[in-house]
């Protein structure tokens, strides 16, 4: 059974960037597709990637997503940081050899 | 429009049960799976098992697995999480979801949660 690992915490200034990190710790991240969720204070989490790094609707373009098969793990990176970014992020991926979903620990992105 | 909408906050003493339920609408409920997510107090989001209402197929997390029971009632659209004994350990937020499908599948669209506390 493979877990997904990210840091715990971010931060950064406004119009910056960051990129939070999600590895995987066995098997290859290329195997499931890689989504990541953003949940606000308060709120269900919602989706900003899809499939490793597809923007749903409405999504800005300043959310992108890539993974990286040499050290096994996918990103988000936010550009141009808005006070409003400031959220937990949790990497999602499907275990195919167990049958399992599997989330990352999640990232709380603070934006100062 | 895809809307999750789930019941209300529950406050529960150890050892009672429980059913909370997610109504689904705009989009076929029978023919697209329904999966259930709990948030402990400030952690993470933990899968907790899947249903497709439309032969009521339901996998579930070894975590879960024989503590809840995950339902579905296609006639009215809606998914259940169950419990026959609840523990304080089973407060918590629990989001329903669905899984959209592109390539592959994804928690697409969320309910807004039902809080659930239990506490003697």
């Known amino acids: 059974k493979f877990m997904l690992t990210q840091p715990h915490s971010v931060s950064e200034s406004p119009g910056k960037t960051v990129t939070i990190s999600c590895t995987r710790s066995s098997g290859s991240i290329a195997s499931n597709y890689v989504q990541w969720y953003q949940q606000r204070p308060g709120s269900a989490p919602t989706t900003v990637i899809f499939e490793d790094s597809h923007r749903p609707s409405g999504v800005p373009d300043r959310f992108s997503g890539s993974i990286d098969t040499s050290s096994n793990s996918a990103s988000l990176t936010i550009s141009t940081l808005k006070t409003e970014d400031e959220a937990d992020y949790y990497c999602h991926s499907y275990d195919s050899d167990d049958h399992r979903e599997v989330f990352g620990g999640g990232t709380k992105l603070t934006v100062l | 429009e895809v809307q999750l909408v789930q019941s209300g906050a529950e406050v529960r003493k150890p050892g009672e049960s429980l059913k909370i339920s997610c109504k689904a609408s705009?989009?076929?409920?029978?023919?697209?799976?329904i999966g259930w997510v709990r948030q402990m107090p400030g952690r993470g989001l933990e899968w907790m098992g899947n249903?497709?209402?439309?032969?009521?197929?339901?996998r579930y997390s070894p975590s879960f697995q024989g503590q809840v029971t995950i339902s579905a009632d296609k006639s009215i659209n809606t998914a259940y999480l169950q419990w026959h004994s609840l523990k304080t350990s089973d407060t918590a937020m629990y989001f329903c979801a669905r899984l959209g499908f592109s390539a592959s599948y994804y928690f697409d669209y969320w309910g807004q949660g039902a809080l659930v506390t239990v506490s003697s």
């Open positions: 249903i497709y209402p439309g032969d009521s197929d339901t």
């Open positions: 705009g989009f076929s409920f029978a023919n697209n799976w």
